[in-house]
């Protein structure tokens, strides 16, 4: 067994985090990815880094988690992007949590106590304020919450830094190359299988997203109870004439529906997203993109005459209490980085921050104690 190689299974945006860092930190790290790295979850997402605006109720310990993954993203995204020399599309813009009918305006009201409560930095707008912060938002909003401290990325910038980065930094990228097993002896891993043939390291990395589970070679207790929760989102080029300079969310309350208005430094505005559980299918729904499309409308109707550039769809890894997985397992040297759901860009930093210090180190870092798979078992 090779006893200072790293593998790593899954090269989304957690994978590569990973990789960049510990190839950084001079290890050998091998990174497998079953299609191309960064092609799945992380390339359909909108590059939301917005824990204030997400924070759902009696959810403190991801809040905390969320909010020093945001506080450590600029310095991440500072050094990744010296490295490379290209940007990531980094934008520290805020977010309007937007309301219409009477529902939406109690319930906004009711989050934005809670949200002052864990003494965030938010501010209550009426509808007039906040068509003075966004003009393009309907004459029918009512009332708004301004999250100002939330950012975002451009997720596709930012995956391809990592890319990079990682090879940059002497990290192997195998892609198109499926693990067929981990490989584990008594109580410790030995490496993976590959193309028939072990690949052995004393450290074996599972950020397979929500595939993690399905990989052969790992005994019960250590299979991540993660699922895929499906995401359609689409793309619409901004127009001189209709240009966000914030990022929007409208959640109608009478029928749970959600959508979200993220506009990139290219003139995309990213619009999503579903959140559907149809196990590992990933394609477009009618419905699902007139429901986002109907929903985004509302909030915006400026939308309406913009050019689709692209619609897609993800599958989130969503664990069975919403928070990642993270840290040292039963079986020695396998660690799990995994189900990060809705927030895989945001603790993308954060996570391989965490990970890395484990690996060098030996020790869990106390960030991600809380999110131990002991968590899960009984
Ligand atoms: N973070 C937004 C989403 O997963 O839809």
Redesign the pocket.
Known sequence: MDKNRIIIVGGGVIGLSIGWRLAKGGREVILFDRDRAGRAASWA??G?L?PLA?VRFEEEGLLRFGLEGLRRFPEFVAELESDIGRDTGYRPDGVLLVGITRDDVEYLRFRHAYQRDLGLPVEWLSGVQAREREPHLAAQISAAVWCPEDHQVDNRLFIDALKLGFQKAGGTLRESTPVESIEIQGERVRGVRVHNEVQSAATVVLAAGCWSRLIPGLPGAVQPPVRPVR?QILRLKMTADLRLDTMVWYSRVSTSAVA?LVPKDNGHLVV??T?EEMGYETCLTAGGLFELLRTAYEAVPGIYDLPIVETTAGL?PGSRDDAPILGKTPVEGLVMATGHY??GILLAPITAYAIAELIFTGQTPDAIRPFGIDRFLS
């Open positions: 997402s909108a939301m917005t997400e995401g979200y999503g997203a959140s989130r809705r927030k």
